[in-house]
Nanobody, 121 residues
C-alpha cells in the first residue's frame, strides 16, 4: 500500500510564502514522477509543478519564478516552496506520484488527500 502524506498549507497574505511537503511511503520500487496539482473552486485540476525521475521539471507558466520544487530521493519526498503568493494561487493542492511497487510492475497514479492554500489580498 502506498500513501502520500502532505503537510504545509494554510492562510497567508498576498506576497507571502508557504512551503508544502509530500512524502511517499509504503511498498515503492521506483518513482517516475512526483509533483503538485491544484484545484480552485469551479475549475479543473491543473499541474503546478512536477519532477521526473531523471530530474527534469515541469512548471506551470503561472508559477514560474515564484515556486520551486525540490526533492529528497532518500526520503521519497518533494518540497514546494511558494513565494510571492497571489490570491489566484488559492486552491486545494494535491500531491501526485506515478510509481511502481515491484520490479517491472505497472506504473500507477497516486494522490494525496489535498491541502488548502488560501492567499488573502
Amino acid at each position: 500500500q502506498v500513501q502520500l502524506v502532505e503537510s504545509g498549507g494554510g492562510l497567508v497574505q498576498a506576497g507571502g510564502s508557504l512551503r508544502l511537503s509530500c512524502a511517499a511511503s509504503g511498498s515503492i520500487f521506483s518513482i517516475n514522477f512526483m509533483g503538485w496539482y491544484r484545484q480552485a473552486p469551479g475549475k479543473q485540476r491543473e499541474l503546478v509543478v512536477g519532477i521526473y525521475s531523471g530530474g527534469n521539471t515541469d512548471y506551470a507558466d503561472s508559477v514560474k519564478g515564484r515556486f520551486t520544487l525540490s526533492r529528497d530521493n532518500a526520503k521519497n519526498t518533494v518540497y514546494l516552496q511558494m513565494n510571492s503568493l497571489k490570491p489566484e494561487d488559492t486552491a486545494v493542492y494535491y500531491c501526485n506520484a506515478v510509481l511502481n511497487t515491484v520490479v517491472g510492475g505497472v506504473l500507477r497514479n497516486y494522490w494525496g488527500q489535498g491541502t488548502q492554500v488560501t492567499v488573502s489580498s
